[in-house]
């Protein structure tokens, strides 16, 4: 069974940053891409940003130029660096992969198939 364990969240003010990681147990992270999601109160679970197998990254228009992703197979971790944090990026984060072998991320919620519980990120302002 597949286990994802997010970390690294918390209370930061705006225009600081935070890195989150992104733990895999239960099988390999190489060979498949990991997603990162967000959800606020009252909100739809949206993408945020991710990375493919071959470590190509796409992310949302929101995030684009602030927040970046990396992979580091041999630790089977994925992480999220998030920069020139704003008072709307406050959400609870996910991570999440797919069973497609080489596969391209999942860029909706129905797309993956293992989800971690995620971890709160509260950027005041």
């Known amino acids: 069974q597949v286990q994802l364990v997010e970390s690294g969240g918390g209370l930061v003010q705006a225009g600081g940053s935070l890195r989150l990681s992104c733990t895999a147990s239960?099988?390999?992270?190489?060979?498949?891409?990991v997603a990162w999601f967000r959800q606020s109160p009252g909100k739809e679970r949206e993408f945020v940003i991710g990375i493919a197998w071959d470590s190509i990254t796409q992310s949302s228009d929101s995030v684009k130029g602030r927040f970046t992703t990396s992979r580091d197979d041999a630790r089977n971790t994925v992480y999220l660096q998030m920069n020139s944090l704003k008072p709307e990026d406050t959400a609870v984060y996910y991570c999440a992969t797919t069973n497609a072998r080489a596969g391209w991320v999942g860029r909706h919620r129905d797309d993956n198939n293992y989800w971690g519980r995620g971890t709160q990120v509260t950027v005041s302002s």
């Open positions: 239960g099988r390999s992270f190489s060979s498949y891409a």
